[in-house]
């Protein structure tokens, strides 16, 4: 398993005796776009609360690249690699596109401990490279108020991106979007999969087929099943916990 980028094992987490995520063994390769799926209150937030430091496990251990996450915090976790995109858009929409990528990229402090920033010619292009992948190349000097929900959404992950992480965990991130945005959004994970890792929680069965390279079926804080979504689609025990919903 050393080959693993994320290797969470054992691990628990218990709610006043109800435990949400129950002995979950979980593993993510370099470059692996893996799909979490479940009922409602399957533990997949909770799985990524705890991988991103926001939530800590009872039991078990979560490893990233040899580094114990459940023993950091959860901006050393951010600083490790990991980033988290949550379900609503969370962009400041006072400011423009090029600006909300801007104030992304990861500030140093200076010996006296007071912020600098510049924009200089690295920062720039990696604005400008990031803005390329998600769609909005043409919209930079755009508030991001004025941009669509689902550009939102695209605006979002590329201000994870600016942080440069090695781990994107992303909560259900075509909600409420179009079917052209759902395509779009699809070609840009995928893109971003060539070279980083993603742990994506979905509820649609259609984008999950277009996007997994492997999918984990939790219930009831358990793995229920795990692999390709042809496999697991047909798995007796996965089709007997969605249609008893
Ligand atoms: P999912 O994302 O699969 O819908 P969640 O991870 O949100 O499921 O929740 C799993 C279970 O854990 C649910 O029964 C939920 O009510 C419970 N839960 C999650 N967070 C807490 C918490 N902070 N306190 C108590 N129960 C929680």
């Known amino acids: 398993m050393n080959k693993m980028i994320l290797s969470v094992e054992d691990l628990t987490v218990s709610f006043d005796g109800f435990n949400a995520v129950d002995n979950l063994n979980f593993y993510v390769a370099p470059n692996e776009l893996h799909v979490v799926i479940g009922p409602n209150g399957a533990g997949k937030t909770t799985l990524l ?3 991103c430091g ?4 009872t039991k078990g251990t979560i490893s990233f690249k040899g580094l114990n996450l459940e023993r950091m ?3 050393q976790i951010t600083r490790a690699g990991v980033g988290r995109k949550f379900q609503n858009p969370l962009v400041y929409e006072d400011l423009t596109v090029f600006e909300n990528l801007e104030i992304s990229y990861p500030r140093k402090r200076d010996v006296f401990g007071s912020l600098f920033f510049e924009c200089d010619a690295t ?3 990696r604005i400008e490279e990031n803005a390329r992948l ?3 190349d043409d919209q930079l000097q755009r508030k991001a108020g004025l941009l669509s929900h689902g550009q939102k959404q695209w ?3 590329g201000m994870l991106l600016m942080q440069e992480p090695e781990l994107l965990l992303l909560d259900e991130p075509v909600a409420g979007m179009s079917a052209k945005e759902r395509e779009k959004t699809g070609e ?3 893109n971003i999969a060539q070279n980083r890792s993603m742990v994506v929680i979905e509820h649609d069965m259609e984008f999950v087929k277009a996007i997994a390279h492997k999918v984990t079926v939790l219930h009831q804080g358990k793995k229920l099943a795990e692999g390709a979504m042809e496999k697991v689609q047909s798995d ?3 089709i007997e916990v969605y249609l008893g919903h």
């Open 54 to 57: 926001k939530t800590k496990p």
């Open 123 to 125: 920062v720039r292009d």
């Open 49 to 51: 609360d705890m991988i």
């Open 188 to 190: 840009l994970l995928r």
């Open 155 to 157: 605006l979002e992950i």
């Open 236 to 238: 007796p025990r996965v």
């Open 73 to 75: 915090l959860e901006y």
């Open 134 to 136: 998600i769609f909005l």
